[in-house]
């Protein structure tokens, strides 16, 4: 196989992963990862002309190829941060690439096919929890347009989505390897009706699934508001942090029915840092916590910048900040839910953007922390709350309140879930990555929560896209980009828990716990294999 051959599979490959997060079917991502295959296995076949890391090269172009193409729009909010997104991803899942590329040179047949699916479901579980979190590429996600054909999520989650593509791949890969050999045995046989049930089994249960499901729970109203702020220009003056209150009240306002439960504003409504101990001591506030009184009573959740002042006998963390006066406190983004009793509840974002809300690996790089990028109106890393918790709302509802990033981690949800939340709430701002695919893939995102969790989901973003989604995944309604908007809908308040939230990424600790095992079993082969041979 010719190099200029070679660098057209792994474009290819590249380009076909783009795909589903580009609008595309998520089905392709079936026949994306072949031309990694063949590349693999030519240069398992042609070992002794070449070394493992042409492998390397050749799979870093793809997923280079790859990141480009889906996640270029974060250069709108940070040219800087895009470029090392961008190349740290591809050099990480090229690793993982090698590693398997490593393990099939030294095991090969099955056993090193294993290598695949084990070691690249370990990554992405590793990037659900460590301190660079990055799982917009994971693997199960690029099916969120085709919410028909993974409601089998409610029981595996985004990573059963993972493990089917590579197991359909790699079935795929040595069916039209032995045809292109000319091979008819019985394993190939066996290896295509193993193939075809791979496809057709979880194809049906989900469409059957799908058309027949039923929403569970009790009917809620809500109002979700779109005040269409374009946070490139918005100034945190103090006057225009009071035109901007001004317009998301008068939309509400406007749009305010008999008999609404809940109105729901973006991330960052307010953005002027309150005090959350005195929340009503801020004029601002109280003229927001009067929208509950119209109509019918009803419940305010909306984002906002809060800071917390610790006292001398606290313990303080370390994304405290110190003024200049000496007072120690933390910045937190926040969420904030009021009603008409007077009383209000905040929950604190705990799942930060590395280099946009948070310094990663804070303990070694704290010096940094001044380089953190202003997305909000505070810079430096936030404070974050130490588990997640759920608003209690009226008649024993419970909210999950997601900001923004949070609800691409379906894992982290299921703890909202796992404490009563009979819905999702989603409050964001995708307005930073403007007309790109990026407020897309994120609106589309909050689908795959509401198959996993069986929740129904209200998502209100600053601009975006604001919409409503079904226990099923199915979109109801929703927003126009760059739009000022007011969507009023019902939701149910489901109290029935799935298998994947009682039981969370299990497909991954299986991963993990094999990969293990894997690699102390190529290790103790390949220690035997060099006594048995010393020169």
Not at 331 to 345: F, H, L, P, R
Not at 461 to 474: K, P, V
């Amino acid at each position: 196989m010719k190099r200029p051959v070679r660098l057209v599979l792994s474009v290819l490959s590249g380009v076909m992963l783009s795909l589903p997060w580009l609008g595309f079917p998520g089905w392709l991502l079936f026949a994306a990862l072949l031309p990694l295959l063949a590349l693999d296995d030519f240069f398992i076949r042609e070992k002794q002309n070449y070394g493992s890391v042409s492998f390397w090269g050749h799979a870093f172009l793809s997923f280079l190829v790859w990141n480009g193409l889906t996640t270029w729009w974060i250069l709108h909010a940070t040219p800087a941060g895009a470029f090392v997104a961008i190349f740290l991803n591809s050099f990480l899942m090229s690793m993982v690439f090698w590693l398997a590329h490593l393990a099939r040179r030294n095991a090969g047949g099955g056993t090193g096919y294993l290598a695949y699916p084990l070691f690249w479901i370990a990554f992405e579980y590793a990037h659900f929890h460590w301190d660079i979190e990055w799982p917009w590429l994971t693997l199960g996600n690029g099916f969120a347009g085709n919410v028909e054909l993974i409601q089998w999520y409610e029981y595996t989650g985004v990573l059963g989505g993972t493990l089917w593509v590579w197991l359909v791949s790699l079935l795929l890969f040595v069916v039209l390897k032995s045809l292109a050999g000319g091979e008819s045995n019985r394993r190939m046989r066996a290896n295509s009706l193993l193939l075809i049930l791979l496809l057709v089994i979880p194809f049906g249960w989900s469409l059957v699934r799908y058309h027949h499901f039923e929403e569970q729970g009790e009917v809620r109203k809500v109002l979700l508001v779109q005040p269409n702020i374009d946070p490139y220009t918005e100034s945190h003056e103090e006057g225009a942090v009071n035109d901007k209150l001004m317009k998301f009240m008068r939309i509400t306002r406007t749009h305010v029915t008999p008999g609404l439960d809940y109105i729901v504003g973006p991330e960052t409504v307010f953005e002027q840092q309150w005090d959350e101990s005195r929340l009503h001591n801020y004029q601002a506030f109280r003229q927001l916590q009067e929208l509950t009184s119209l109509g019918d009573s009803s419940a305010l959740i909306i984002g906002a910048s809060t800071f917390r002042i610790y006292g001398e006998n606290d313990q303080v963390p370390a994304t405290a900040r110190r003024s200049a006066d000496g007072l120690v406190y933390d910045v937190y983004n926040s969420a904030i839910y009021t009603d008409a009793s007077g009383g209000y509840q905040v929950y604190h974002k705990s799942i930060l953007v590395a280099g946009v809300e948070k310094m990663p690996f804070r303990r070694y790089l704290g010096f940094l922390n001044r380089y953190i990028i202003n997305l909000g109106g505070t810079t430096g890393s936030l404070g974050i709350q130490a588990e997640p918790a759920n608003f209690a709302g009226p008649g024993g509802d419970r909210i999950a309140p997601a900001i923004c990033y949070e609800s691409v981690f379906g894992g982290y949800l299921t703890e909202f879930v796992k404490k009563g939340a009979g819905a999702v709430f989603v409050i964001t701002n995708d307005g930073w990555w403007k007309n790109t695919p990026g407020y897309r893939q994120h609106f589309s995102f909050a689908r795959l929560r509401a198959v996993e969790t069986r929740r129904s989901i209200a998502r209100s973003a600053n601009t975006g896209i604001s919409g409503f989604i079904s226990q099923r995944g199915e979109v109801l309604q929703q927003s126009a980009w760059w739009t000022e908007d007011a969507l009023t809908g019902e939701i149910r308040f489901n109290d029935k828990m799935t298998f994947y939230v009682k039981n969370g990424d299990y497909i991954a600790r299986i991963a993990v716990f094999a990969s293990l095992l894997l690699l102390l079993h190529l290790a103790v082969n390949r220690l035997t294999r060099d006594k048995k041979n010393p020169h």
